[in-house]
C-alpha cells in the first residue's frame, strides 16, 4: 500500500490569507499546506480520502489519472468543495462511487443540489454513485483492500475515520469514542488530527494527540490538520520518536 499526502493544512490553508507569521513566510516546501486529503493506492485501486476545496491543484499535483472510489469523512467545505472536480474523470470513467455516512449524504444532496436533481443540461455534471457507509461496517474495493468506516467525534459533530487494512485516517476530530480505540489496535500507520500545540473545542492538540497516541501504540503515527501555528523544522523536535508532522507529498509505503 502506498499512501501520498495530497494536502495537511487546516481549513484555511497555510499559509493563511493576509498573515506574514513565520510559518505563513517560511519558505520550507512543508510549510505550504493545501486542505487535507490523501490518496491510496493498493493492488491496482486508487481511493481518495476527501475532495478538498483544493482537490484540482492537488490532482494535478500528484499526476492523478484515475480514481476507483471516494471516501467521505463530513461536510464540511474544506473537505468537500472539490467534489464538482470529479468530472474529467467521470468524462473518462463514468459514474464514481463515492463513499459517506448518512449525515453526509443529507449535506451532500443539499449542497450540491445540482447533481442529483439537475435543473439543466450542458456542460457536464459530477456522476457519483452514492454508498452509505456505517461505523464498522466492512467493506472491500478490489482485490485485497479492506475499509472499516469508523466513528469519531468533531466537537458535537459524529464524523467519519477509516481503517484501510493496517493504515488508518483520523482527520476532524477532539475525541476518539472507546469502541473505536478497539478497532484502531495493531496499526502500522496511523494519520491523526492535530491542529497546534494549544487547546482547541473541536480538534486534537498535540498534548491530547499524543495521550491518543500512546494508548493505541501504532507503528508510525503522522499527525495531519496543521495550522500555520507549527513550522515543520523548528517544531519537529518537539515530537516523540515515531511522530512525525505530514506534510503536502509526502509518501509512505506499508
Same mark, same amino acid.
Given at each position: 500500500?502506498?499512501?501520498?499526502?495530497?494536502?495537511?493544512?487546516?481549513?484555511?490553508?497555510?499559509?493563511?490569507?493576509?498573515?506574514?507569521?513565520?510559518?505563513?513566510?517560511?519558505?520550507?516546501?512543508?510549510?505550504?499546506?493545501?486542505?487535507?486529503?490523501?490518496?491510496?493506492?493498493?493492488?491496482?485501486?486508487?481511493?481518495?480520502?476527501?475532495?478538498?476545496?483544493?482537490?484540482?491543484? #492537488?490532482?494535478?499535483?500528484?499526476?492523478?489519472?484515475?480514481?476507483?472510489?471516494?471516501?467521505?469523512?463530513?461536510?464540511?467545505?474544506?473537505?468537500?468543495?472539490?467534489?464538482?472536480?470529479?468530472?474529467?474523470?467521470?468524462?473518462?470513467?463514468?459514474?464514481?462511487?463515492?463513499?459517506?455516512?448518512?449525515?453526509?449524504?443529507?449535506?451532500?444532496?443539499?449542497?450540491?443540489?445540482?447533481?442529483?436533481?439537475?435543473?439543466?443540461?450542458?456542460?457536464?455534471?459530477?456522476?457519483?454513485?452514492?454508498?452509505?457507509?456505517?461505523?464498522?461496517?466492512?467493506?472491500?474495493?478490489?482485490?485485497?483492500?479492506?475499509?472499516?468506516?469508523?466513528?469519531?467525534?468533531?466537537?458535537?459533530?459524529?464524523?467519519?475515520?477509516?481503517?484501510?487494512?493496517?493504515?488508518?485516517?483520523?482527520?476532524?476530530?477532539?475525541?476518539?469514542?472507546? #469502541?473505536?480505540?478497539?478497532?484502531?489496535?495493531?496499526?502500522?500507520?496511523?494519520?491523526?488530527?492535530?491542529?497546534?500545540?494549544?487547546?482547541?473545542?473541536?480538534?486534537?492538540?498535540?498534548?491530547?494527540?499524543?495521550?491518543?497516541?500512546?494508548?493505541?501504540?501504532?507503528?508510525?503515527?503522522?499527525?495531519?490538520?496543521?495550522?500555520?501555528?507549527?513550522?515543520?523544522?523548528?517544531?519537529?523536535?518537539?515530537?516523540?520518536?515515531?511522530? #512525525?508532522?505530514?506534510?503536502?507529498?509526502?509518501?509512505?509505503?506499508?
Amino acid at each position: 500500500m502506498r499512501l501520498t499526502f495530497l494536502g495537511t493544512g487546516t481549513s484555511t490553508g497555510v499559509p493563511s490569507i493576509g498573515c506574514n507569521c513565520e510559518t505563513c513566510t517560511s519558505d520550507d516546501p512543508r510549510d505550504k499546506r493545501l486542505r487535507v486529503s490523501v490518496i491510496i493506492e493498493h493492488a491496482g485501486q486508487t481511493v481518495l480520502i476527501d475532495t478538498s476545496s483544493d482537490f484540482r491543484q #492537488q490532482a494535478l499535483r500528484f499526476g492523478l489519472k484515475r480514481l476507483d472510489a471516494v471516501l467521505i469523512t463530513h461536510c464540511h467545505a474544506d473537505h468537500i468543495f472539490g467534489l464538482d472536480d470529479i468530472r474529467p474523470l467521470n468524462f473518462r470513467f463514468g459514474a464514481l462511487g463515492v463513499y459517506a455516512n448518512e449525515r453526509a449524504w443529507n449535506d451532500i444532496r443539499r449542497i450540491f443540489k445540482y447533481i442529483f436533481e439537475p435543473s439543466h443540461f450542458g456542460g457536464g455534471l459530477p456522476q457519483v454513485l452514492a454508498h452509505t457507509v456505517e461505523p464498522g461496517a466492512q467493506f472491500c474495493l478490489g482485490r485485497g483492500l479492506e475499509i472499516t468506516p469508523l466513528e469519531v467525534i468533531h466537537g458535537r459533530l459524529p464524523v467519519m475515520a477509516y481503517r484501510l487494512n493496517d493504515f488508518a485516517y483520523a482527520t476532524d476530530l477532539s475525541e476518539i469514542p472507546p #469502541q473505536t480505540m478497539e478497532a484502531l489496535s495493531g496499526l502500522d500507520v496511523l494519520v491523526l488530527d492535530c491542529l497546534r500545540f494549544r487547546e482547541h473545542p473541536t480538534h486534537l492538540w498535540v498534548d491530547k494527540a499524543l495521550t491518543y497516541i500512546e494508548k493505541l501504540k501504532p507503528r508510525r503515527t503522522f499527525l495531519t490538520h496543521i495550522a500555520h501555528d507549527v513550522k515543520h523544522e523548528r517544531d519537529s523536535m518537539r515530537l516523540p520518536s515515531g511522530v #512525525q508532522w505530514a506534510y503536502d507529498g509526502l509518501e509512505l509505503e506499508g
